[in-house]
C-alpha cells in the first residue's frame, strides 16, 4: 500500500510512504478494509521510496481508496542514526504501534534485504 506525501512529509520531494504486509495472494487485495491491512500485518517497518518501483514493475497500483484511520500506523517512526523520528524527521520518543523503519529513500534492493531477512529467504548477490 502506498500513500502520497505532500508537506513536511518525507526525507525528500515526491517520496511515496509504502506499507509491506505479511500478506500472499494470488490476487491484489483491493478492499481497503481487509483485515490483512491492519498495521500488525506489516512485514517490515514503513518504508519512503520513489515512482522508480512502480516505472519498474516491482509495484502495481491495484486501486485507490481512502483508508480508516485505524488501518495506518498513529505515527509511522523510523531510524535516523540512533534517534527515533517521526514521519516529518522529528524526533519522536512516543508510543511505537508497528515496526521501525529507516529514514530516507529506500532502493528496490534494500526492500528485498529487508523482506528476505524477515521471510527467511537467502540475500539476492550484490
Not at 5 to 29: F, K, N, Q, R, W
Not at 41 to 54: H, Q, S, T
Amino acid at each position: 500500500m502506498g500513500v502520497h506525501l505532500e508537506g513536511c512529509h518525507a526525507p525528500m520531494p515526491d517520496c511515496h510512504l509504502v506499507y509491506i504486509y505479511d500478506s500472499v495472494t494470488d490476487e491484489p487485495i483491493c478492499d481497503p478494509e481487509d483485515e490483512r491491512l491492519m498495521p500488525s500485518r506489516l512485514a517490515i517497518g514503513p518504508a519512503f521510496v520513489n515512482r522508480l518501483l512502480w516505472s519498474k514493475g516491482f509495484f502495481r497500483t491495484v486501486t485507490e481508496a481512502e483508508l480508516k484511520r485505524h488501518y495506518l500506523l498513529r505515527t509511522p517512526v523510523f531510524r535516523l542514526m540512533q534517534e527515533l523520528v517521526d514521519d516529518c524527521g522529528n524526533a519522536y520518543d512516543g508510543p511505537v504501534d508497528g515496526p521501525v523503519g529507516t529514514w530516507g529513500l529506500m532502493s528496490y534492493s534494500y526492500l528485498d534485504d529487508r523482506l528476505s531477512e524477515r521471510f527467511n529467504l537467502p540475500l539476492a548477490p550484490s
